[in-house]
């Protein structure tokens, strides 16, 4: 089982209440992205993909990374020593730098409460219900990869999926 994310860009409306839910729950957020393309814009809510192929993983010269058999990717910060290459490494820049400690954090799914049975504080804020958690099983197809605007995601193979908006639909603009 593989777990990830399921965002629906129909539904999104660029609230926050996700960053805001995640600042809440763990001390820092990652921040929304608004993402345009010619013929329609959508918000992008990204934290961690939980790729199957991370490149923060493979990157990493302490071995800060590793996966749980759920594929949830996990960062140990005692053995972070800060050298920014996972940074340098994702594509989605999911790993931040936290300068309080001077080491990389990035979003762990909350962990805590999806072991607890609870979804990520993220799901669970957003008002409209755009942002879920899928536990992706082989050979079943949910919805789409790549939507314009990400980056090739051929490499890393990430657990996100996306239900696109509809062609030439408008969606929350911000001027």
Not at 130 to 157: S, Y
Request: one cysteine or more; proline letters at 7%.
């Amino acid at each position: 089982m593989q777990r990830g994310f399921f965002l629906d860009l129909n539904r999104c409306i660029g609230c926050g209440a996700c960053e805001s839910a995640c600042r809440a729950w763990k001390g820092y957020a990652f921040p929304l992205r608004l993402v345009q393309n010619t013929s329609y814009d959508y918000y992008l809510s990204l934290g961690c993909n939980h790729c199957e192929n991370p490149e923060c993983f493979r990157v990493c010269p302490e071995r800060a990374y590793y996966k749980r058999r759920d594929g949830i990717v996990l960062h140990n910060s005692g053995r972070c020593t800060g050298c920014n290459r996972c940074l340098r490494a994702c594509p989605f820049a999911a790993p931040r730098y936290n300068l309080a400690t001077g080491k990389a954090v990035k979003c762990d799914l909350c962990i805590d409460r999806i072991d607890n049975g609870l979804p990520p504080a993220c799901v669970e804020a957003c008002p409209v219900k755009a942002l879920q958690v899928l536990n992706l099983e082989p050979g079943k197809k949910i919805g789409v990869r790549w939507v314009p605007g990400l980056p090739d995601v051929n490499i890393t193979r990430p657990t996100l999926r996306l239900l696109p908006s509809a062609a030439g639909e408008r969606l929350w603009l911000v001027e």
